[in-house]
T-cell receptor, first 112, second 110 residues
């Protein structure tokens, strides 16, 4: 069974610090996503990435967020200056042919 | 108002019961996903539907595009089915991103 892997599984960071969340999508997939879920709330879309560029982003995905696919396998989400309200579970996902979506196990980010 | 509404929010069942979770949406869609979120947080895709009905083991998902409604059924429920079940849609106007419902917390007691 193919899988999307995410690191770290949990990170605690000081407010104002930069955080990088890493994802390895399934190798032959073409569309990549970051979603987040604040504790007790529904999952929200952040950004989608196709052909090495952002294809869509939500209003949440402001200038403090960025995504990169630096080496053709990793897919990273950077939060430049974390705020308390960035505390959430961040999910990476990818879609291949057939449009089945695969999610990573998530990265819990706690901003203190 | 949420674009994707699920009911019920919480559901408790006895082992063996037939379970139905409903999803209504208010936008045009190209596809609908049913997802399962484990207690640890991980999300797994159960079904993707654009019409009709799909079955996988004890799980059945149906969609009525005209009525903008989908249902997820679990036959012969088991405590291991306890999880949050999430309906998510791909809107016709928004590429391939998912718009999520609030989820239904299912607890199946032995």
């Amino acid at each position: 069974e193919p899988e999307v892997t995410q690191t770290p599984s949990h990170q605690v960071t000081q407010m104002g610090q930069e955080v990088i969340l890493r994802c390895v999508p399934i190798s032959n997939h073409l569309y990549f996503y970051w979603y987040r879920q604040i504790l007790g709330q529904k999952v929200e879309f952040l950004v989608s990435f196709y052909n090495n560029e952002i294809s869509e982003k939500s209003e949440i995905f402001d200038d403090q967020f960025s995504v990169e696919r630096p080496d053709g396998s990793n897919f990273t989400l950077k939060i430049r200056s974390t705020k308390l309200e960035d505390s959430a579970m961040y999910f990476c996902a990818s879609i291949g042919l057939g449009y089945t979506i695969y999610f990573g196990e998530g990265s819990w980010l706690t901003v203190v | 108002k949420n674009e994707v509404e699920q009911s019920p929010q919480n559901l408790t069942a006895q082992e063996g019961e037939f379970i139905t979770i409903n999803c209504s949406y208010s936008v045009g869609i190209s596809a609908l996903h049913w997802l399962q979120q484990h207690p640890g947080g991980g999300i797994v895709s159960l079904f993707m539907l654009s019409s009709g009905k799909k079955k996988h083991g004890r799980l059945i998902a149906t969609i009525n595009i005209q009525e903008k409604h989908s249902s997820l059924h679990i036959t012969a429920s088991h405590p291991r089915d306890s999880a949050v079940y999430i309906c998510a849609v791909i809107r016709e106007t928004s590429g391939s991103r998912l718009t999520f419902g609030e989820g239904t917390q299912l607890t199946v007691n032995p």
